[in-house]
């Protein structure tokens, strides 16, 4: 399996499964996997070529837009092959958080399933977006904002661990950073919140101390406009980092899981429950996702 790319087809309820044929039936490839169920492929379409199916158990009726506990297990049990059979790169269609808590596992997102299976040796798994030259790394994941937990030590060994990738991985020896400020206007020197003195800034010293070219922490609502001055934005939270990128590429945006042995990519769209089984999907996410590994 080393030389092959594993697609996951998401929750059997959302539209995994049909950008997934679409998707693969475009491109033409030759060193694909497909983790699914016959069942689910053929009630969503019909693949073009003989690709290898690897079949996950699902023995429930398939019901667009719903979220049942079977579409839960399904989706984690996808993700765990995937993680099993050790391929060149892993590419999931979505899933429903709300699916994997109903069948009783307890994760935010495929990124944290692919951490517990994947990691080794204290790796991080790391949200990092891609559209084109446009790249976001999100310094934290899936979580309510009054949960954010930011440290100078956090900050410092994601960024250091982004800059490794850029090296071994993208081939850019020294790649530029903009850092967010946490808080409006990075912060007015503390009226507005001391993240960015007590936190961010002494984290920025250290990393140019070690060599990485990153700015201070600059106020993010005029930031990202300036996209291409850098090589990545560094965003603290989600929504700060993902608004901006998809309201500039849309579809073209990828999830891209970095800081393990394998890279995983995924749409940067969820399930879309309100198209599922209507053969409305826009398949453009998962070609890019595919792309970006091939």
Same mark, same amino acid.
Not at 35 to 48: A, H, P, T, V
Not at 225 to 239: G, L, P, T
Not at 247 to 253: E, I
Not at 267 to 276: K, L
């Given at each position: 399996?080393?030389?092959?790319?594993?697609?996951?087809?998401?929750?059997?309820?959302?539209?995994?499964?049909?950008?997934?044929?679409?998707?693969?039936?475009?491109?033409?490839?030759?060193?694909?996997?497909?983790?699914?169920?016959?069942?689910?492929?053929?009630?969503? #379409?019909?693949?073009?070529?003989? &690709?290898?199916?690897?079949?996950?158990?699902?023995?429930?009726? *398939?019901?667009?837009?719903?979220?049942?506990?079977?579409?839960?297990? =399904?989706?984690?049990?996808?993700?765990?092959?995937?993680?099993?059979?050790?391929?060149?790169?892993?590419?999931?269609?979505?899933?429903?958080?709300?699916?994997?808590?109903?069948?009783?596992?307890?994760?935010?997102?495929?990124?944290?399933?692919?951490?517990?299976?994947?990691?080794?040796?204290?790796?991080?798994?790391?949200?990092?977006?891609?559209?084109?030259?446009?790249?976001?790394?999100?310094?934290?994941?899936?979580?309510?904002?009054?949960?954010?937990?930011?440290?100078?030590?956090?900050?410092?060994?994601? *960024?250091?661990?982004?800059?490794? =990738?850029?090296?071994?991985?993208?081939?850019?020896?020294?790649?530029?950073?903009?850092?967010?400020?946490?808080?409006?206007?990075?912060?007015?020197?503390?009226?507005?919140?001391?993240?960015?003195?007590?936190?961010?800034?002494?984290?920025?010293?250290?990393?140019?101390?070690?060599?990485?070219?990153?700015?201070?922490?600059?106020?993010?609502?005029?930031?990202?406009?300036?996209?291409?001055?850098?090589?990545?934005? *560094?965003?603290? &939270?989600?929504?700060?980092?993902?608004?901006?990128?998809?309201?500039?590429?849309?579809?073209?945006?990828?999830?891209?899981?970095?800081?393990?042995?394998?890279?995983?990519?995924?749409?940067?769209? #969820?399930?879309?429950?309100?198209?599922?089984?209507?053969?409305?999907?826009?398949?453009?996410?998962?070609?890019?996702?595919?792309?970006?590994?091939?």
């Amino acid at each position: 399996m080393e030389n092959k790319i594993l697609i996951t087809t998401g929750d059997p309820n959302g539209i995994g499964a049909e950008i997934t044929i679409k998707a693969l039936n475009k491109l033409k490839l030759d060193n694909v996997v497909v983790i699914s169920n016959k069942k689910i492929l053929d009630f969503y #379409g019909k693949l073009d070529s003989d &690709y290898e199916i690897i079949e996950i158990p699902f023995d429930e009726d *398939i019901q667009p837009g719903k979220v049942i506990k079977a579409g839960g297990e =399904f989706s984690f049990s996808s993700v765990k092959k995937a993680c099993e059979l050790k391929g060149k790169a892993i590419v999931t269609a979505p899933v429903a958080k709300n699916a994997l808590h109903l069948a009783g596992y307890d994760f935010n997102g495929q990124t944290e399933i692919l951490q517990k299976y994947l990691a080794h040796d204290n790796q991080l798994a790391e949200m990092f977006f891609v559209a084109e030259n446009f790249r976001v790394l999100l310094l934290t994941r899936h979580c309510a904002l009054k949960d954010i937990q930011l440290t100078k030590e956090l900050v410092i060994e994601k *960024i250091t661990n982004l800059k490794e =990738f850029f090296v071994n991985k993208l081939g850019i020896v020294e790649p530029k950073f903009a850092l967010c400020g946490f808080n409006p206007h990075a912060g007015e020197d503390g009226i507005l919140g001391r993240e960015e003195i007590e936190i961010l800034q002494p984290a920025v010293d250290i990393l140019k101390g070690n060599g990485i070219n990153i700015t201070n922490p600059l106020p993010a609502d005029t930031l990202f406009a300036k996209y291409r001055d850098f090589d990545c934005i *560094i965003a603290n &939270y989600h929504d700060q980092g993902l608004i901006p990128i998809k309201t500039v590429a849309g579809n073209k945006t990828v999830n891209m899981t970095i800081g393990l042995d394998v890279i995983r990519t995924s749409p940067g769209h #969820g399930t879309a429950f309100d198209i599922a089984g209507k053969n409305m999907a826009d398949e453009t996410s998962m070609i890019e996702a595919i792309k970006a590994v091939m």
